[in-house]
């Protein structure tokens, strides 16, 4: 359970997969080039993040106050509040919800927070049955899988893979790759499953404190599909996504789907207020660790997330190890940065999954400092004591040799230094591993030093 | 302490120093890069799927309609300016309307800056005619489009409505391979019918 | 004006071509460059890896060497991108202060600070790609970034341009990171070399015949992967096409 993810090793298992990274990285770099292309179009667009990023960070140092107005709001349009303070309660309330209305089945649109709280194997083995309606949601959720992108959750894989995961458990064709073809496949077979469940179920992108709405964008309808026809209606929100005013969502819904793809705005932004008359709408407010992360000071900051996925498109490691290699709900930058507050030690090597480019900073329509935090989480680490040993020697020695003008000089120009011995300090403990498919660079005749204090003889 | 006094007393012990809440400035107002205007509309909603049908001959709606989609079986509409061949019936479950080909529907109003439409459950009548439509016509007056979706959302119907949607042309996925299909769950087609209210 | 010379201890054990040409450059603009000798690291390897208790005796060695000059300049973006924002592992004396604002990298001393457009020794009339590494671009600020709604300029482009009869040549993705990242190339190899292959593939099928940059550390990484690939593509710091090297 604490053991911490090797990033590297399931990295090299994506990397061997050479059709599935190629079409990774540019299927990815491309959504990045849509997204510079919309914003390019967008003379605003700088000062609309920074707008975005303040009107984030205004309602998170107020945030007790908008949920009450949240709560307030709502309760007068007729839903109902729930307060859950982690993933148990959350599960436990919605299966209570369901549970005493004889609700057994659930189709839900995308959200994340319901995959970080493990909602769907909860409800599942107390024998409710949860049906994904996103297609790339349902592709992983039929795959067992967890998604692997927080916007196209199963952007790893290629239409012979869905081709294979529908013929295993849809019965379509097995030899039909047609992404046309399996598009209609999920359509025509997750139908039923909208017309006839008890319940549905849907996150939020943004929860409005002035009107007590949930707002949720899709492209496929699917949230709505999820919400008009059953008689119970669930939204799981976590406390983050609150903002103060209706006209701010002329600020965030211009700049979620431009991040997200590339495109003005989500095919369906759908705004749910009021339950329809003779249904139930239920909202589940949940923490699980924000407030303790809302005292971090460093950290904060991640709060704002609109999930838009930008840093995941843009981040030049994510986009050659996928998702999944990341071992956490939230995978890529953001991931990287949210994780080590669940679990520190599991979630240690994510930080260093990461040059410290700066890619992600700049395309977080919310201007989170990514790579900051990046930076200062390796910090964290390593005072709590969570490297792996190995490097934390490498540090030490590399450390002591760098304060030591001799103990340097010894080691960079010692005789024989040839092409197979570099100093420490570029080796580290991983001796072998710049070789592997790098060659290393050849040892020069002198250092620069010797070669100052032969030409030009002084200090 | 339950659960919602410990949250909130942990929110407020926790809350960073107050950060101020910014003006939206004047580009939120109505100007701004975005082209007013029905033409501006109509190429914003073709590049998201959408499609354009010439204004009615005559006005007459219904017959549009019945020409867009000549072998359509089940045509229902929740504007009295197109008959269909089924009357909406809100009193029904909604899943009633599982078998319609066409739906037809009025909007509020367009917003040129992405092509969207906004409609609640007074366009709707039955909010599920939007989604489990085959099609979907969109009636729009040509004068009632705004700016930007900052014009967008300073109409009452955000407050007001059960249920408001911006729609921006058909249900569409890329999520296989990142390739575009329309009509990934909801209306396979959005064909918007230029008609004055 | 008296600058002092760092040279990042990668540059002094394995490339001391680049230490040689920054300083006649910085000659050739009539600076009188001192070279402290006892000089090895700024730090930032083990900064980088959240040990900062281990970089504290660099960082004093370094501050030490350069304590007294009022202009450091290295030439590498990450080092003194290092240097100025995160050498905070020794207590912030007045001397310590010094030295973290007036190091600079070699591409910004020379167009900020000497102020010079033109190079009349040097001649390269070869295909170069350029290449910004992500500290001299996004924490340096020496060139527009893409991700940004910004007016391009670039700093390394300008004063290349001046060198007669070199030509560019733009890769498909010309800020994307080529993944050295420090203690990554060999912690995160897999996705480092990955990097790496696809950055010089880039720039082979773009029409380079040399990738040129303000920084050493990725042209090694970038050098060693276009090696391993048997790409005909050569490699040259930027201070030795400015300081005239013909090939």
Redesign the interface.
Known sequence: MNKPID??EA??EF?AASDH?E?H?R?L??LRTKR?RA?????????LRT?AS??K??T?????DY??QFERQAQANGATVH???DAA?HNQIVHDIMAARGAKSLVKSKSMLTDECEMRPFLEQRGIEVIE????ER?QQLDDEPPSHIV????H???TD?AEVFARTLGTDPNNSD??Y???SQ?RT??PS???ADAGMTGANFAIA??G?VVVCT????A??S???PRLYIASIG?EKII?R??????F??MLSRSA?G??????????????PGTEMHIV?V?NGR??R??M?DF?YSLKCIRCGACMN?C??YR??GGLSYGATYSGPIGAIIDPTYNLRKYSTLP????????C???CPVRINIHDQL?K???????RNA?PFV??QA??M???L????RL?RIA?EAAGAGVEYL?R????S?AN??G?????????A????????KN?GK? | MNTREEMLARMRRSQPAPVALPELPAFAQGGGAAAAGFDAFCEALQRMGGKIAPAPAGGDADAAVRALFPDAKVICSATPEVRGTRTLDPTQSPAALDDVDVGVVRAAFGVAETGSVLLTETELQVEALGFLAQHLVVLLDPAKVVATLHDAYRDPAFAQARYAILMTGPSATADIEGVLIHGAQGIRSLTLLPRAA | MKVALFVPCFIDAFFPDVAVATLELLERFGCEVAYPLDQTCCGQPMANSGCHTDAAGAEALFVRNFAGYDHIVGPSASCIHHVRENLIAIPQTDEVKHVRENAYELVEFLHDVLGVREFPWAEFPHTVGLHNGCAALRALRTASMSELNETPFSKPLTLLSAVKGIRFAMPKRPDECCGFGGTFSVYEEPVSARMGYDKVQDHHGAGAEYIVSADMSCLMHQKGCAERLELPIKFLHIAQVLNGVRE
């Open positions: 990033h590297a990295s090299s990397i990274i079409f990285d299927r770099w491309d510079d914003t390019a179009a967008i003379p605003e667009w700088e000062e707008l303040q009107i960070e205004h998170l140092t107020h945030l007790a949920l009450e307060w859950a303070r309660e309606t996103d297609l790339g592709i196209v959750p199963a952007v894989k290629l239409r869905v992404v046309h399996l598009a209609e359509r997750t139908r909208f017309l006839s002035e009107t709405a492209n496929e309808g699917n709505d599909l919400v008009h026809l406390i103060p209706t006209e701010h969502l002329g600020v819904v211009r793809l495109s003005p705005i989500t095919q369906m932004t759908s705004h749910f207020r009021v339950p329809r407010l923490d407030a303790d809302l005292a000071a904060w843009t030049p490691v050659r190890s260093f999954a990461s040059t410290l480019n700066g890619s900073t700049n395309v930076y989480w390796r910090q964290v680490i390593a005072e490297l490097k934390k540090m030490k590399g450390g002591k760098l304060a030591s003008p340097y960079v100093p300090i570029m080796m580290y991983r591993a710049w592997k498919q790098r060659e290393v660079p050849a040892a020069p002198m250092t620069f030093r010797q070669w100052w204090l030009r200090p």
